[in-house]
């Protein structure tokens, strides 16, 4: 039973590019949703797919956008980087109609120079 | 802001103590979870309290969730070194779909 996996496992990029995380949820899960963990913090929500489509955001800006694939994966992009949004970014799948529980990739780490 | 806080926000007991970890959240909630975190990677789901109940268990693991006073503590019996990592709570909104996670406690396990 796949868990869930996510690619790349290390980035670094230059301050005003755009860079591409992609989450593939583990087996039989629907939902999938993108965290962002900056270093000795929590982790903060950014939004929720489910059925392709955007359910949830936390309070990010636009800068940060996503996508679901009819195979339940989903990519995060975010364009024009900033310093600020190097940081750990988590992807968690669920399912929609079970009891919340959410099952975490290992992560991708985003470095912005 | 985060919803969550965790308290204290580091720990350090010797193996074969107790280690209890509490968390205040801001507003009516689903669902309570506690996870844990090694060396910054991915989570780990410990355990997951519904809002209607107040007490739950799973191995070594005690979790309490108290509606009335909005917190929740998370016990460790008979620690382990292995149990050295870091001690989220995440709160599922009553409105569903959004997650909220605490600061984190950093549990340090002696041998």
């Known amino acids: 039973d796949a868990g869930v996996t996510q690619s790349p496992t290390h980035l670094i990029k230059t301050r005003g590019q755009q860079v591409t995380l992609r989450c593939s949820p583990k087996?039989?899960?629907?939902?999938v949703s993108w965290y962002q963990q900056a270093l000795g913090q929590g982790p903060q929500f950014i939004f929720q797919y489910y059925e392709e489509e955007e359910r949830q955001r936390g309070n990010f800006p636009d800068r940060f956008s996503g996508h679901q694939f009819p195979n339940y994966s989903s990519e995060l992009n975010v364009n024009a980087l900033l310093l600020g949004d190097s940081a750990l970014y988590l992807c968690?799948?669920?399912?929609?109609?079970?009891?919340?529980?959410?099952?975490f990739g290992p992560g991708t780490r985003l470095t912005v120079t | 802001s985060q919803q969550g806080e965790e308290d204290p926000q580091a720990l350090s007991i010797q193996e074969g103590e107790n280690a209890t970890m509490n968390c205040s959240y801001k507003?009516?909630?689903?669902?309570l979870q506690w996870y844990r975190q090694n060396s910054g990677r991915g989570l780990v789901h410990l355990i997951l309290i519904r809002s209607n109940e107040r007490e739950k268990h799973s191995g070594r693991l005690r979790v309490t969730l108290d509606t009335s006073k909005k917190s929740s503590s998370l016990l460790i019996t008979a620690s382990r070194a292995a149990d050295t990592a870091s001690y989220f709570c995440?709160?599922?909104?009553?409105?569903?779909?959004?997650?909220?996670f605490g600061t984190g406690t950093s549990l340090t396990v002696i041998p």
């Open positions: 995440a709160t599922e909104s009553n409105t569903g779909n959004q997650f909220y």
């Open positions: 087996s039989g899960h629907d939902t």
């Open positions: 507003t009516s909630i689903n669902n």
């Open positions: 968690a799948s669920s399912l929609a109609n079970g009891v919340g529980e959410q099952y």
